[in-house]
């Protein structure tokens, strides 16, 4: 390691101090006395990795160099030692430990656990596991914070709702519903996000690509998530079941929103008029009435809607998509509201026929 490599990672640990020029450089207390340049000579020492055979380099100085860095904490795999101190009148007095440098990236850190757990994001080590259900983490933090998963503890709530989450990030996010923020703005259109994920995903749709397909309706997806996510909907599964009246859900989320609801919590309101939501998807999309915000833009003809599913029933106007099929004539239809007109008002001649 040179004092070229060090400087371009951290800032070195410097002391200077006076060479004798009969014997080794030996430095064991603070050295406070004053000299003039001229007096002496200086040498500059820089501290290295502590697994160094050799953890600082000692450099011939010119003294005419002006002195910025005047204390020194040599750190070793033995016990610390009192810091090495010179000062000058203009220069603070500070304390200062050597850095501990990562050999993969150049990362440094100040306690040797530290640098042990980084180099797990290096090797792929996840030494820390959970005892319940054997997730392992690479980091003792994460495990940490992944562990109140399963005690249910939720430290973190929000002061204008109430909501409470298992993460200080979450709450953050979360708070971005009550302030409007929305930090994560596109690069290409300025169109601002309140979540980075957001952002991600939204940044997809520049490219048009939808490399996920699903094998059974042919539905294609920006994201693998999504996929996932969608293929449920062509399962039975319904795990979520309302106590109260049977009614079963695929996802979660719903769950609760649909218990919300026999509850009579409508937690998320509209600052403008006073109207109450249960789900702060439903507030966001009332919003828009008061802001006319239309977010969502064909890129066919550039017409805008206030909310995404009335874009894609636009799209199919373009496409030529009629994704809703009549169950006796197997006439197809590009909105749902025009397959029930076709059945309702008796217009498909095989329903008609059965009817009589």
């Not at 809607?305 to 197997?330: D, M, Y």
Request: charged share 25%; aromatic share 6%; hydrophobic share 25%.
């Amino acid at each position: 390691m040179t004092l070229i490599d060090i400087c371009s990672e951290a800032p070195p640990t410097v002391f200077q101090t006076q060479k004798n020029r009969n014997n080794p450089v030996t430095h064991t207390h603070t050295h406070t006395h004053t000299h003039t340049p001229e007096e002496m000579d200086f040498v500059r020492v820089v501290i290295g990795d502590v697994s160094d055979p050799q953890p600082f380099r000692i450099l011939k100085d010119d003294h005419n160099e002006p002195r910025d860095r005047v204390e020194i904490k040599e750190e070793t795999q033995e016990a610390d030692e009192a810091p090495h101190t010179l000062l000058t009148p203009e220069t603070p007095k500070r304390t200062e430990k050597a850095s501990l440098i990562c050999s993969h990236c150049g990362k440094s850190f100040k306690q040797k656990g530290h640098l042990e757990d980084h180099m797990n994001t290096h090797t792929g080590d996840k030494p820390y596991a959970c005892v319940q259900c054997g997730k392992s983490f690479t980091h003792k933090g994460n495990l940490k914070d992944h562990t109140r998963i399963h005690s249910g503890e939720r430290r973190f709530g929000c002061q204008q709702c109430g909501k409470r989450f298992t993460h200080k990030a979450n709450l953050t996010d979360h708070s971005r519903i009550h302030t409007g923020e929305k930090p994560f703005a596109c690069a290409q259109c300025g169109k601002s996000f309140t979540h980075a994920t957001s952002l991600k995903t939204h940044r997809l749709s520049h490219t048009g690509e939808r490399a996920f397909s699903c094998e059974q309706c042919g539905q294609k997806f920006l994201l693998s998530a999504h996929l996932k996510r969608h293929l449920k909907i062509h399962s039975d599964e319904r795990p979520y079941v309302c106590s109260f009246c049977g009614k079963s859900f695929l996802w979660l989320c719903y769950f609760k929103d649909h218990q919300k609801k026999h509850a009579g919590v409508k937690a998320h309101v509209c600052v403008d008029c006073g109207a109450a939501f249960t789900r702060a998807s439903e507030l966001k999309m009332h919003q828009r009435i008061h802001t006319g915000e239309k977010p969502y833009s064909c890129s066919h003809c550039g017409k805008s809607f206030a909310e995404s599913g009335n874009l894609k029933k636009h799209q199919r106007v373009h496409t030529g998509e009629k994704p809703f099929q009549c169950p006796a004539c197997a006439g197809r239809f590009s909105q749902f509201s025009h397959l029930l007109r076709h059945v309702k008002q008796q217009s498909c001649r095989k329903i008609t026929a059965l009817t009589h």
